[in-house]
């Protein structure tokens, strides 16, 4: 005798139609600015390959493969990858939930706050490497465009369209570099997700107390959220050792991608240092907004961009550009949160000498 599979702890249906709606349809999508799109990330994705590749010395597969999708094109593609991903744990949440007369409410509040999640980030993305949208194409390894985000930010600031595209492209172009010229980092990223989420003990209980923790803490004048948002407050010890390795691990790759699109910009794009300066104030939004991505942690994958630049500027111009090889080693090798914000402690660690100061003897 057959059992029908529970259904599924998340109604990603229902969190697909608000995120499409949260994030809207940008009017530049349907314009005829949007024609130049493909042809230009094609041939920018392309030249981005050859500066990536020159500049940080790690070996990508070629033939890198660009694609543009508007905002609801990426709200789907990342709700598939979404479903993949976070399938260890609402497969055990849909058993629990099955028996709870309460189950058809919460499936559709947790694809209702998705939703709105997927929905928010979709109106703000501008790029992205597949490794997180899978599902995006039937290309596998291409990199992600996001039109409509990119189109509004060339009209607002009259950004030179050719020469933004470029910038952006090395960004992302940097991060398939990451993942795929580092032969054992894709697997480790994606083991350290499955443990996290093999971790999780879906109670209920368990929020109800941290949210109780979290009230603790405000009355100290702490924020709770700091440190990663709801997840953060559910998480048990060994699963914050294992959110830290996460962190600490995004840091470096995102403050990498943006200093290697920096210095690059610096060196041969047009703008670059005005089009970093726009980015960086967008990304630290004050008022509602900032109050929405701290509750859903979405600032400390904001803050990461800055720590992960500031740990890269600082052992690349103590120790010269060749240092961050020592990073790529392996697991061990990787920086912690706390050598993140103290550059001279890694240094230390992984036993690299300080360049001798100019002048010096």
Same mark, same amino acid.
């Given at each position: ?63 890198? #493969?660009?694609?543009?999708?508007? %905002?609801? /094109? ?5 709700? *598939?990858?979404?479903?993949? @991903?976070? +399938? ?124 109780? #923790?979290?009230?603790?803490?405000? %009355?100290? /004048? ?5 440190? *990663?948002?709801?997840?953060? @407050?559910? +998480? ?124 010096? #003897?």
């Amino acid at each position: 005798m057959s059992h029908d599979a529970p259904p599924s702890a998340v109604d990603w249906d229902l969190a697909g139609r608000v995120a499409r709606v949260v994030a809207g349809r940008d009017p530049l999508s349907g314009s005829y600015l949007s024609a130049s799109l493909e042809r230009d990330f094609a041939e920018v994705t392309e030249e981005a390959e050859s500066i990536v590749t020159g500049f940080t010395g790690l070996t990508m597969p070629g033939g890198v #493969r660009s694609g543009v999708v508007d %905002r609801h /094109g990426w709200v789907a593609a990342n709700i *598939g990858s979404m479903k993949r @991903l976070l +399938a260890p744990l609402t497969d055990r949440l849909a058993e629990r939930m099955s028996r709870s007369p309460f189950a058809p409410v919460g499936r559709r509040l947790a694809g209702a706050e998705m939703g709105v999640l997927l929905g928010y980030m979709g109106q703000r993305v501008l790029g992205q490497y597949d490794l997180l949208v899978p599902e995006a194409s039937d290309t596998p390894d291409a990199v992600y465009y996001v039109g409509p985000n990119i189109l509004t930010l060339e009209k607002r600031y009259a950004f030179r369209p050719r020469d933004f595209r470029l910038w952006i492209a090395v960004h992302e172009v940097t991060h398939r570099a990451q993942f795929t010229g580092v032969p054992w980092l894709r697997s480790y990223f994606l083991s350290l997700v499955e443990q996290s989420l093999e971790l999780v003990e879906p109670d209920p209980k368990r929020l109800v107390r941290a949210l109780g #923790r979290a009230s603790e803490e405000l %009355r100290a /004048g702490r924020n709770p959220l700091d440190s *990663g948002g709801l997840v953060a @407050l559910v +998480a048990t010890p060994e699963q914050q050792g294992i959110i830290g390795r996460m962190q600490a691990l995004m840091s470096l790759l995102e403050g990498h991608g943006t200093w290697v699109m920096n210095r690059v910009g610096d060196d041969s794009i047009p703008g670059a240092e005005r089009m970093d300066r726009v980015l960086h104030t967008r990304r630290r939004s004050r008022g509602l907004h900032r109050q929405f991505q701290r509750l859903l942690g979405i600032e400390m994958k904001l803050r990461q961009y800055e720590i992960g630049e500031r740990f890269v500027a600082a052992v690349t111009t103590a120790a010269g550009p060749d240092v961050l090889e020592v990073a790529w080693r392996g697991p061990e090798w990787l920086p912690t949160m706390e050598e993140l914000d103290d550059p001279t402690d890694w240094l230390q660690r992984v036993e690299v000498p300080a360049l001798a100061a100019p002048g010096g #003897r």
